[in-house]
């Protein structure tokens, strides 16, 4: 890649995060309600209206009384410091806030993608055309399992692994052992979902006159389906992956909330839930970076696994 | 996912009862030597923003960390905790409370009558505890420490209920030193008070680990031993999913656990020790909007309580767990409580309909009612997934059909916490019956939630908007009535008011439910809300 095209790279990633947050700023101001009532109903667990003398010191302390462009600005401005603001309800800064829960959160969705991916794989290449009984079982798997909501999954997960069979913890943490289910949890439906994808897009590559080449080489039928078919096949599912990751960090909430682990879908949902706007905020950044550097990996996965956008790409 | 989340629940249900046909031993090991040492893992619920604060989240945790100036018993008596005695003034208006001697605080300042008046003035003055704070207005007045152990506090008015309301977990003392030197992160997550454990360390969005204090002396009257923690470490985990944390119990990961879900109550009462602890204070009740919309007419309120079967729809959608509760104002476990108010709107259609065709209210094609061409119906907004449960939104799907029948078009508009905590249904125009409740120890909870709103003192927790002048009397003689019958009574009449002027509507009580593994000894809840307490409790082997 030119340096220019780097560079050109960089900053629309810097504009989209920007673009991100402060959409995400704006659109938290508009829900109804007023920022300081929550605050002081969640201090005190009520839901009524409060006077104006009560709500003060919060209006005060968090500006909330301030024109809504200075509020942005004093947002933004943090943003180019480094500076996401601090929690209105955790009293701690927002980069603490993530920053504790940034890490688990990683780890179970790329393990949930990297294990969607195994499972997909190996669904496509043991079962596409290997027979009627065989194929149809693959892609029926395939579509029970896109289908299933996480919730259900999670909760057989745990009722058969944990409860019934005693191999692995229920509230697990973040230990490796403890992340097998939640992984799981997540990756299985998007395994269906990756397979699916991948399936039609092989079943139709099996048919192309280089196959019959390949065979007519003498290339044994596993290693067409892996060197040549795949290639062509992974193709939709790698563009998937880069809204999978996004999506899995996000919506990863029902996992975590089954297996009691931390992350920050489940900092998120409290904080929508509680107009905590700066950690809002930060997390859509968060998430928006995954984004773009998924979108980015995805790009240059697309260049190792066909040849052809390689060459293209260094135009 | 509301449905799945029930069929979840019955397939865990299932499973679980089939081990235990599976291991019909484990009974067996009750009662088995006491050991010293150990972690309990406790699940529990709701992550709360602070460990200290005004909701009953960090009461619960709080009390863990923190020691009150008295606690309730059982029986509802005032014992001493802090404070090892106290005179009342003859007029009521001055408590003087003797602190017990050589107590610290974890970071090794005295717990002396200038730190608990600090902490008074905290609360009362500079918001420090909302709920501490309107707990005791607008009776208490000041604070002052006589010498280093005794503590006085005036009143502006008699209020014997003062002493029972400070036995709650929003009056736990904290050292001054340490709130006034720390930073605001510091004060939230590891607030210093004298208690049985401190906070070791916060794993957000997992767990808070609470260490045993080895120095602790300051145990309350009510303790079940003298000393400090049996157990070394509590792991105060947060398991939102009810599914997961009941089984948790039955694989040994955790020992203690919260809200068990109601399908799986009748299990843990045959596999573990279980506590059910009603709330009192304001049960969940409907409060109904008296100021906008057909429930200005008393006859279309009484109608609306008349007009379904609040109390089969209760015990069908929590499984028997949860009583249901028919007086509006406070629950069966507060003091003073009026069961004959109680009785008063059995399920009766005919009387409902007959209200209702008083009221002008005519049947029209569609069975809805209508006057002057406005059809009768009702915004019934309730706080979805946080004062609710699923259970509990099943209880009011049931209760819509009901009123249907007798001509009410019952809307059901789910809130999200964002929505019914940012004010978006505080204004009278937004909702016609909206359900929630309040733990407190003491009817003077009447004051709080059904005190007049005026324009120089408002007063947005009487959601009914519903003022009442005599009512408002009543309350207060009793609040500053010395003798606890005649003050009984007095609450008793105010309850009555409420209910015959159907202001509220009653639904259920406030529950906690516990269950404990059998080897966990001497785990209990305090009396003025159910804040649990592990500093007495131990394993056996």
């Known amino acids: ?315 | 996912m509301t449905r799945r989340n029930r069929v979840a629940l019955a397939t865990v249900a299932v499973l679980a009862s089939g081990s235990l046909a599976a291991c019909g031993g484990a009974a067996a090991e009750a009662g088995g030597e006491p050991q010293t040492g150990g972690t309990i893992i406790y699940g529990h619920v709701q992550e709360p923003p602070c460990i200290f604060g005004g909701w009953i989240q960090q009461a619960y945790i709080s009390r863990q960390v923190l020691d009150g100036l008295v606690t309730l018993a059982d029986d509802g008596s005032v014992q001493p905790w802090l404070a090892t005695k106290w005179t009342v003034s003859s007029d009521g208006l001055r408590y003087t409370f003797t602190l017990k001697d050589g107590v610290k605080f974890t970071d090794g300042t005295p717990v002396d009558a200038e730190a608990v008046a600090w902490n008074f003035d905290l609360w009362e003055n500079k918001k420090g505890n909302s709920t501490a704070k309107v707990s005791i207005d607008p009776y208490y007045k000041s604070a002052t420490a006589v010498d280093a152990t005794h503590v006085q506090i005036d009143l502006n008015k008699p209020f014997p209920l003062f002493l029972t309301l400070i036995t709650q977990g929003y009056f736990g003392i904290q050292s001054p030193t340490a709130y006034k030197g720390r930073s605001e992160q510091e004060n939230c997550e590891k607030p210093i008070g004298s208690g049985g454990f401190t906070v070791k360390e916060w794993k957000h969005g997992q767990e808070v680990v609470l260490a045993k204090n080895p120095a602790y002396n300051s145990w309350p009257a009510t303790a079940k031993h003298q000393g400090p923690a049996i157990v070394d470490e509590v792991r105060w985990k947060f398991v939102a999913d009810g599914v997961a944390r009941y089984a948790s119990l039955s694989t040994g990961e955790s020992h203690v656990v919260y809200e068990v879900p109601t399908v799986n109550w009748k299990d843990a009462q045959s596999r573990y020790q279980t506590i059910r602890y009603i709330t009192p204070g304001k049960p969940v009740s409907f409060f109904i909007n008296t100021k906008a919309g057909p429930f200005t007419d008393k006859l279309v309120r009484q109608a609306f309580a008349y007009g379904a079967d609040r109390k089969a729809a209760v015990e069908a959608g929590f499984h028997g767990v949860i009583p249901y509760e028919g007086n509006p104002a406070v629950s069966q476990a507060t003091p003073g409580y009026n069961a004959e108010v109680a009785k008063a709107y059995a399920y009766d259609p005919a009387k409902a309909e007959q209200l209702l065709d008083q009221a002008g209210w005519a049947r029209g094609a569609n069975g809805i009612r209508a006057k002057d061409g406005t059809p009768l119906t009702i915004k019934l907004v309730y706080g979805a997934g946080f004062i609710f449960t699923q259970e509990g939104a099943t209880v009011l799907q049931v209760l819509q059909e009901q009123w249907k029948k007798v001509g009410f078009d019952v809307k059901l508009i789910p809130a999200t916490q964002a929505e019914q905590w940012g004010g978006k249904y505080s204004d009278p125009s937004t909702f016609d019956a909206t359900p929630s409740y309040w733990t407190s120890p003491s009817p003077s909870i009447l004051w709080i939630v059904w005190r007049p709103s005026l324009p120089d003192s408002p007063n947005g927790s009487n959601r009914s908007f519903y003022n009442n002048d005599t009512l408002s009397t009543v309350i207060q003689q009793a609040n500053s009535e010395p003798d606890t019958a005649k003050a009984n009574a007095l609450y008793g009449q105010a309850q009555q008011i409420i209910q015959d002027d159907a202001a509220g509507v009653g639904l259920y009580t406030q529950n906690s439910t516990y269950a404990v593994a059998r080897n966990l000894k001497d785990f209990w809840l305090e009396k003025s809300q159910g804040e649990p307490v592990f500093s007495d409790a131990y394993f056996t082997k």
């Open chain 1, 1 to 315: 890649m030119s340096v220019r095209r780097i560079v050109f790279k960089v900053v629309s990633a810097v504009a989209v995060m920007v673009a991100a947050a402060s959409v995400t700023f704006f659109a938290q101001l508009a829900v109804p309600g007023d920022r300081a009532t929550t605050l002081m109903n969640l201090q005190t667990g009520q839901d009524r209206e409060w006077t104006a003398e009560e709500l003060a010191p919060l209006n005060e302390r968090f500006g909330f009384k301030d024109p809504i462009l200075v509020q942005y600005l004093h947002y933004v401005g943090g943003l180019f410091r480094g500076d996401l603001g601090t929690s209105y309800t955790q009293k701690r800064p927002v980069t603490e806030v993530i920053g504790g829960q940034l890490l688990p959160s990683l780890t179970l969705t790329v393990a949930a993608l990297a294990v969607a991916w195994v499972l997909a794989l190996a669904g496509t290449l043991l079962t596409v055309r290997r027979g009627r009984v065989l194929s149809s079982l693959g892609a029926a798997w395939e579509a029970l399992t896109a289908s299933l909501p996480h919730y259900w999954v999670g909760v057989v997960l745990l009722v058969v692994f944990s409860v019934q069979l005693r191999v692995f913890p229920i509230i697990g943490g973040t230990s490796a052992w403890g992340s097998v289910l939640p992984v799981l949890t997540l990756a299985i439906p998007l395994a269906g979902f990756l397979g699916q994808v991948t399936r039609d897009e092989f079943e139709q590559v099996l048919q192309q006159p280089f196959v019959t080449t390949a065979r007519t080489r003498g290339m044994s039928d596993f290693g067409v389906r892996l060197r040549h078919v795949l290639r062509h096949a992974v193709l939709p599912a790698i563009t998937l992956s880069g809204w999978a990751l996004g999506a899995l960090v996000a919506g990863a909430v029902i996992a975590e909330n089954i297996f009691g682990r931390p992350g920050i879908g489940q900092v998120l949902v409290t904080a929508v839930n509680t107009r905590d706007v700066p950690t809002v905020s930060g997390i859509v950044l968060v998430v928006a970076a995954i984004y773009v550097v998924a979108n980015l990996l995805v790009d240059l996965a697309y260049a190792v696994v066909d040849p052809r956008l390689a060459a293209g790409g260094t135009r």
